[in-house]
C-alpha cells in the first residue's frame, strides 16, 4: 500500500515518519481559501480534505493520502503566515495580551483506496498553547532568526521559541503540524496489517 504525504511541511514530514519510515510527498497545490459560514473546525477540516482530494484525484492504485492544514486563532481571529517582520511582531504582541492562551486547530484528512474501494476520513485536533510574557527584545531576537515568517501565528513551538510556551493543553504535534495519534489510529482501524507496514 502506498502511503502519500500531500504536503511539503519539513515539520509533517518529520512527524509522519514517527510511525512510517517510507512514504511518498506530493504536495498538492489548491488555493488555501478558508470558507466563511462554518466553525473553524469545519473550515480547518475542509481544507485538509481539499489537499488530500487533489493529490488523490492525481494518483492512481491502491494508496493512502494524508492531508493536514493548521490554523492559529484567538478571540476568533486567525493568524495565518506574517507577511513580513512587522506583521510577525503585532502577531506576536497580540498572542500574548491578556490571558496569553490561543488555541491551534489541525484538520486531517485521510483518503485510502484499496481493491477499488475508497474510504474518507475527517476530523481535526484543537490544542490550547499559553504563551509566557515577552519582552519586546525578546520578540525581535524570535523574528530576527527569519523563522517566524512562514509559521501561522509567526511562531513554532518546537526549537528556539518554545522557551516562551508556559504549557499546552491538547496534543502536542498537532501544534506542530499533524496529529500523529490520530492518523495512527485512523490508518490502524481501517488497514488490517497496518502494524506490519511500519
Known amino acids: 500500500m502506498k502511503i502519500i504525504l500531500a504536503s511539503n511541511s519539513p515539520r509533517r514530514k518529520e512527524l ?10 506530493i504536495p498538492s497545490n489548491i488555493n488555501e481559501t478558508l470558507e466563511e459560514g462554518v466553525t473553524l473546525e469545519e473550515r480547518i477540516k475542509n481544507l485538509a ?15 493512502i493520502i494524508i492531508g493536514a492544514d493548521t490554523i492559529v486563532s484567538k478571540d476568533d481571529k486567525i493568524y495565518g503566515k506574517p507577511k513580513d517582520k512587522a506583521n ?15 488555541r491551534v486547530i489541525t484538520g486531517l484528512a485521510i483518503i485510502i483506496e484499496e481493491s477499488g474501494k475508497i474510504r474518507e476520513y475527517k476530523t481535526s485536533e484543537t490544542t490550547k498553547v499559553y504563551l509566557k510574557e515577552m519582552e519586546d527584545e525578546e520578540i525581535e531576537k524570535w523574528i530576527n532568526t527569519g523563522k517566524a515568517i512562514d509559521k501561522a501565528g509567526a511562531y513554532a513551538i518546537q526549537g528556539e521559541f518554545s522557551v516562551f510556551i508556559e504549557k499546552i493543553e491538547g496534543n502536542y ?13 485512523i490508518i490502524k482501524r481501517d488497514i488490517f ?6
Open 49 to 63: 480534505y481539499q489537499k488530500a482530494k487533489s493529490v488523490f484525484e492525481n494518483t492512481t492504485g491502491n494508496r
Open 173 to 185: 504535534t498537532s501544534v506542530v503540524g499533524l496529529p500523529i495519534n490520530k492518523v495512527y489510529d
Open 193 to 198: 496489517n497496518f502494524k506490519s507496514m511500519i
Open 88 to 102: 510577525a511582531k503585532q502577531m506576536i504582541k497580540e498572542l500574548i495580551q491578556g490571558d496569553r492562551v490561543h
Open 16 to 25: 509522519l515518519k514517527l510511525i512510517i519510515p517510507e512514504f511518498d510527498i
